[in-house]
C-alpha cells in the first residue's frame, strides 16, 4: 500500500530532503510503507549531478541547493507541483531505465486528463509539449516547451527526489538557469497552455493514473 501525503502551504528544501531521505531508509529496512509526497517549494534553483556551473545564468535571484538527484539545474516555486516519489524499486522489478520510463508515463496520463499531449524527446529529459499556438522555428519545426522535470535517485533500491508538473508557476523564474542545460527549446505550465487548472486538480490526476501505470 502506497502512502500519499500533501504538504500544505510552502516546504524548505533542506526539510524536505530530509525526511524524504528518511523514509527512503526506512522503506528499505522494511520499516515503512512506501510513499507519494506532494509539495510544493519556495522560489529555488537545484543542482544535480550533472549540472554545469555555467548554467546557472543568475546565482543571486534565488538560493541554490546542489542535490543527490540526476539531471542538472532546475527551478522549483509556488505553483509548481513538486512529487516525491519513495517507492521500492527492489520489489519492481531492479529496472532503473524502466522505472524513469513509468515516471514519464504517469506524467504523461496525468496531462492527459486534461487533454494535453505530452510526448517524451530522445536526449531530453523531461515531458514536453508541442506548442502549435506559436509560430515555427527558424528551422521550420513547430516549438516544443518543457511542461515537467524528472531526477530521482536510489539508494539500496528504494527511489527518491522525483517530478515536477508546472501547473501556474512564474515562468520568469526559469530565466535564472539554463533548464536542464537546454537552450533552444522553452517551458511551459498548464495554465500557460489556457487551462484554469489547480494544484488539487493535478492532485486528483496523479492519484488516479497512479495505479495504471505502477500497479
Given amino acids: 500500500m502506497t502512502e500519499w501525503i500533501t504538504s500544505p502551504g510552502l516546504v524548505d528544501y533542506e526539510t524536505a530532503c530530509t525526511e524524504m531521505e528518511a523514509r527512503a531508509e526506512a522503506i528499505a529496512r522494511g520499516e515503512a510503507t512506501e510513499s507519494i509526497w506532494l509539495l510544493e517549494h519556495p522560489p529555488m534553483y537545484t543542482a544535480g549531478t ?15 541547493y546542489p542535490t543527490k538527484r540526476g539531471g542538472q539545474y532546475t527551478y522549483h516555486g509556488p505553483g509548481q507541483r513538486v512529487v ?51 509560430p515555427l522555428t527558424a528551422t521550420g ?18 527511489s527518491f527526489h522525483g ?14 538557469i539554463v533548464p536542464c542545460g537546454i537552450t533552444d527549446h522553452g517551458v511551459t505550465s498548464l495554465v500557460d497552455l489556457g487551462l484554469p487548472v489547480t494544484l488539487g486538480d493535478v492532485d486528483v490526476a496523479l ?5 495504471r501505470v505502477f500497479d
Avoid: C
Fill in 50 to 64: 550533472s549540472a554545469k556551473p555555467a548554467d546557472l545564468t543568475d546565482p543571486d535571484r534565488f538560493p541554490v
Fill in 207 to 211: 492519484q488516479k493514473t497512479f495505479p
Fill in 84 to 134: 516525491y516519489v519513495m517507492l521500492n524499486v527492489g520489489q519492481r522489478g531492479r529496472d532503473v531505465r524502466a522505472f524513469v520510463q513509468q515516471l514519464e508515463s504517469w506524467v504523461i496520463a496525468t496531462l492527459d486528463q486534461f487533454n494535453v499531449t505530452g510526448e517524451i524527446r530522445e536526449g531530453r529529459v523531461g515531458v514536453w509539449v508541442v506548442r502549435d499556438d506559436k
Fill in 163 to 176: 517530478i515536477s508538473i508546472n501547473v501556474e508557476p512564474d515562468l520568469d523564474h526559469f530565466t535564472g
Fill in 141 to 158: 519545426q513547430k516549438p516544443e516547451d518543457k511542461i515537467a522535470a524528472i531526477g530521482i535517485r536510489l539508494r539500496k533500491w528504494v
